[in-house]
């Protein structure tokens, strides 16, 4: 520093960080070491070995020293074939369905817009849109996790939102609203709905095919939950209009090198992900039903590969340490409070990992 410079107080972060951020927690991940992992909606299962085997050696000679296709075009090709994206949608890469929705509120973030979803949603809905200076509107669920179609409609109009979020199935409650309220809400809507697809492996219906149809509708998927986490890829879909000015705000390279080729690679090889989401579905029935027999849970009809379930009064936290000390890590809702008091959320593992669960839980009822 020159002699003749003047000391200046070093910045500290309520000087420059706002007020709404300091007043926000980062996204908490709780550590599994050593536990049976129930926590985050993953996959259980794991390729068989040739398949790992024949992975390895194509990525083996990917040319890291180069900076990767920043469109994706292959893996996008691979993904339109696979997941059957209509012809008329243009897609959009991202780093997990996180960044897609941190791209589009940055899109049309400005002052007086609002983001709009149910809750209790996706809670990424909400902290980005606080990030972004957004101000976000929830509409509360019915007491059955049902939409509250009188009072979502109500908002539409009052709040005329930029973007209104409609995750199908819903997390964490994990039901499938019926498809004609859903419908009804994407014909109200003055701004842009994007159905969020994350659990589309083990529902029965999507709005997929409709991309196209209706110039508001974006559905965005994602290979998480497929089997493909560690990844961090996603996808959005809608009109090439709006994905092209989207895609300006996308950093350039968002989707590195190996993250594509081992994408592409498992879509080329889908059948063996689709096995795995059938043996999902069905070991979800079976842990449904062990649940619905224990006294005192209610478990909540899901769609997706977990399962929301209420324990009794004032047990929520108790309960779940418990099954953390028998050796399973589930996600505890229960402090959340209204109506997800007393829920704790199991993500449906491979069968000797639900039994675990269930041995430690009526450990501690």
């Known amino acids: ?103 589009l509120l940055m899109a049309v973030s400005g002052p007086g817009r609002v983001v709009m979803a149910p809750e209790p949603g996706f809670v990424m809905y909400r902290m980005v849109a606080r990030w972004l200076g957004l101000e976000f509107v929830g509409i509360p669920l019915k007491p059955d996790f049902s939409l509250d179609m009188p009072a979502m409609l109500a908002a539409l109009e009052r709040h005329r939102p930029a973007v209104m979020f409609l995750a199908w199935p819903n997390n964490p409650t994990g039901n499938l609203w019926p498809r004609a309220d859903m419908e009804t809400l994407i014909r109200a809507a003055p701004g842009l709905v994007v159905v969020d697809e994350a659990y589309g492996p083990f529902a029965r219906d999507s709005f997929l095919p409709d991309v196209g149809s209706d110039g508001r509708l974006l559905v965005m998927r994602t290979v998480s939950k497929l089997g493909l986490a560690g990844l961090r890829l996603g996808y959005l879909c809608g009109m090439p209009a709006w994905i092209g000015e989207l895609d300006k705000v996308r950093l350039p390279y968002n989707i590195n090198v190996l993250t594509q080729a081992a994408a592409e690679f498992a879509l080329a090889h889908h059948g063996v992900l689709d096995e795995q989401a059938a043996w999902i579905r069905r070991d979800r029935e079976a842990l449904f039903k062990a649940l619905a027999a224990l006294p005192g849970v209610e478990p909540f009809p899901s769609e997706a590969n977990f399962i929301l379930f209420r324990v009794p009064s004032a047990r929520g936290r108790e309960i779940f340490e418990g099954i953390r000390a028998g050796g399973v890590l589930i996600k505890d809702l229960s402090g959340q409070g209204g109506l997800l008091a007393d829920c704790l959320r199991v993500t449906v593992g491979a069968p000797e990992e639900n039994a675990r669960f269930l041995a430690a839980l009526e450990a501690v009822l």
């Open 1 to 103: 520093m020159p002699q003749d410079a003047q000391a200046v107080t070093a910045p500290c972060p309520e000087h420059l960080i706002r007020a709404e951020i300091r007043e926000l927690s980062a996204y908490p991940v709780p550590s599994a070491q050593g536990l049976i992992k129930l926590d985050a909606m993953e996959n259980p299962y794991e390729w068989p070995r040739d398949l790992r085997d024949a992975w390895a050696e194509t990525l083996s000679r990917l040319p890291v020293n180069r900076y990767p296709d920043p469109k994706g075009t292959e893996l996008v090709a691979r993904l339109r074939t696979v997941m059957g994206v209509p012809g008329e949608a243009a897609l959009l890469l991202g780093n997990g369905s996180d960044e897609l929705i941190q791209i």
